[in-house]
């Protein structure tokens, strides 16, 4: 009777894997997809991986001071290379989601600190076909 249960469950398995609808696990959340690329953020800017932070970042980003997603690159890419990153830590502790109506979401306080000093900064991102990306960067008080 086992074998009997176990082969019927791997080929409910195999036939869902090929249709493509297999259901295994829990249903991943918009804010758990959100805090995989926050971690993935953290990650890259406490190793100074320009490939790795420009990685979360969407092809729509804009900041009205900086430009798009190549000029931001270029900018991060400068600090790197002055130093602002040196020692430095991201910190998540105090990090808030905000599912925004327009299919958007905030992330606030990412909080940044490094030999030059420190800053929070709120991401704002959104949902794309390769998973949440972020649109925009908003530094406190610049």
């Known amino acids: 009777m086992k074998v009997l249960l176990r ?6 398995l195999a036939a869902a894997m090929v249709t493509g609808c297999a259901s295994v696990g829990p249903k991943v959340s ?3 997809l959100i805090m995989d ?15 790795g932070i420009m990685n ?10 900086v430009g798009g997603k190549e000029e931001g690159r270029e900018m991060l ?6 130093g602002y990153a ?14 925004d109506e327009d299919g958007t979401a905030s992330v606030y306080p990412i909080d940044l600190a ?4 420190s800053i929070s900064i709120e991401i704002v991102v959104k949902k794309e076909e390769a998973g949440w990306l972020i649109l925009e960067v908003l530094p406190d008080g610049i």
Do not use: P, R, W
């Open 86 to 99: 040196d020692n430095g830590e991201v910190s998540l502790d105090d990090m808030e989601i905000h599912m």
């Open 77 to 82: 890419q400068m600090a790197l290379d002055a």
């Open 56 to 65: 979360t970042f969407s092809e729509d980003f804009y900041h009205h001071e």
């Open 37 to 51: 690329l926050v971690t993935q953020l953290k990650v890259a800017l406490e190793n100074k991986d320009i490939d």
């Open 30 to 32: 918009d804010e758990d």
């Open 7 to 12: 082969g019927m469950c791997m080929c409910l």
């Open 114 to 117: 490094a030999d030059v000093g």
